[in-house]
């Protein structure tokens, strides 16, 4: 069984900057892209970044310059480095990963519980 761990999340004032990581545990599987989603209160969830397997990267026109996303393969570990945050940033932000199970062999898309991100004064 696949899961992933988001932390890092948290209260922090507008201007300020925060790091999320997500951490894939289980065995029996590779990962394949990885990508950090958020949802804030009373709307639809939305892709905020994504980083496949043999690199480049993909962001939301409205974190581009302001996010960076990065990962760890050998960790299992995807980051979100997050600066010049802004109150429109506040949102839970979920992790996703799409995995390969080796046995039997088969794709799953597996998300994380989730991390409270609020950017307020």
């Known amino acids: 069984q696949v899961q992933l761990v988001e932390s890092g999340g948290g209260l922090v004032q507008p201007g300020g900057s925060l790091r999320l990581s997500c951490a894939a545990s289980?065995?029996?599987?590779?990962?394949?892209?990885m990508g950090w989603y958020r949802q804030a209160p009373g709307k639809q969830r939305e892709l905020v970044a994504s980083i496949p397997r043999g690199g480049g990267t993909n962001y939301a026109d409205s974190v581009k310059g302001r996010f960076t996303i990065s990962r760890d393969n050998a960790k299992k570990t995807v980051y979100l480095q997050m600066n010049s945050l802004k109150p429109e940033d506040t949102a839970v932000y979920y992790c996703k990963a799409v995995v390969v199970i080796l046995n039997p062999y088969r794709h799953l898309e597996v998300w994380g519980q989730g991390t409270l991100v609020t950017v307020s004064s």
């Open positions: 289980g065995s029996g599987f590779s990962i394949n892209a």
